[in-house]
């Protein structure tokens, strides 16, 4: 199978090395195209030891759609329709698109004719796919079958987690999911300023806090305990931890998360909108 990339940035980037880097990625040739010359060739070399001579890069966009099965863009929103409008012919192939506010309706109307038969899945993944800890919701029109979609779920779940989700709820996942990394290294990061003002060594302090992040984690997917139980099994009366939390509760430290995770949703909104 030959899975192409248009667009190879932070978050087209990271799925590309974490899926280049995988198991499922053996036995098929990546194709890739950016509009920087020098940007193809350097993503090709760094993938060289992990993926070998399976990386391709092609010359402009319609060469890679003519010549792939999967096509995955990773470009930003405003270029989207532009880049189906030059692959368009391509409407036996499966597009899969992960740019925020481009429903799949308004794919289907950039590519024109071929948008009624297009096969296209709407992912919204986050970075971690380059150290395969991504969280990847996919979405698709009723051109995709069961199997081409399975096609699909196999690249992301090779960079993390994936779930199928409603359209509709594209714009929770933005919230919970697609932005969530940028408010979990604010968190890191307050965690680990706070470590050196009390006398720590940065570096030390970046290990502690994001491996307990990392721990913290992994235990909400492994255990079928309630977050409160979880939390207040970790606040022994009287203790350290149930004073940092209540801080952080006096202080409104939960509203602010959903203020935050609010506004990536009404944003997201506004984006589909325009």
């Known amino acids: 199978m030959k899975i192409g990339f248009i667009g190879t940035g932070n ?13 499922a990625s053996i036995g098929n040739e990546i194709l890739i195209h950016n509009r920087s010359t020098e940007h193809n060739e350097q993503m090709a070399a760094s993938m060289a ?18 010549e792939s099965d999967i096509i995955i863009i990773g470009v930003k929103p405003d270029a989207v ?6 692959i368009s012919p391509a409407k036996e192939k499966i597009i899969v698109s992960m740019a925020a506010g481009v429903s799949i309706a308004k794919m289907e109307r950039a590519m024109g004719r071929s ?5 296209i899945i709407r992912i ?13 919701s996919m979405s698709r029109n009723t051109n995709v079958s069961q199997g081409e979609f399975e ?6 779940s090779s960079v993390g987690k994936c779930r199928e989700v409603d359209e509709s709820l594209i714009d929770c996942v933005i919230g919970v999911s697609g932005s969530c990394t940028a408010y979990t290294f604010m968190y890191i990061e307050a965690l680990i300023q706070a470590a050196c003002e009390n006398g720590m060594e940065e570096q030390q302090a970046r290990v502690f806090a994001a491996q307990s992040v990392l721990g913290a984690a992994k235990m909400v ?4 305990e309630s977050l409160e139980q979880l939390r207040v099994n970790v606040c022994s009366p009287g203790g350290t931890t149930i004073e ?8 409104g430290f939960m509203e602010d998360v959903k203020e935050g995770f609010q506004a990536a949703v009404d944003r997201s909104k506004e984006m589909t909108g325009e």
Not at 221 to 224: N, P, V, Y
Not at 244 to 251: E, K, M, S
């Open 11 to 23: 978050m087209g980037g990271a799925i590309l090395k974490g899926y280049a880097g995988s198991e």
């Open 49 to 66: 030891q992990a993926a070998g001579n399976r990386i391709r890069i092609c010359n402009d966009n319609r060469q890679l759609a003519e």
């Open 81 to 86: 329709e532009q880049v189906l409008k030059e």
């Open 115 to 119: 948008g009624a038969f297009a096969k």
């Open 124 to 136: 919204m993944p986050n970075t971690p796919a380059q150290v395969g800890e991504a969280m990847t």
């Open 151 to 156: 096609d699909v779920l196999e690249i992301f």
């Open 221 to 224: 997917l492994e255990s079928s």
């Open 244 to 251: 940092a939390v209540n801080t952080l509760f006096a202080n």
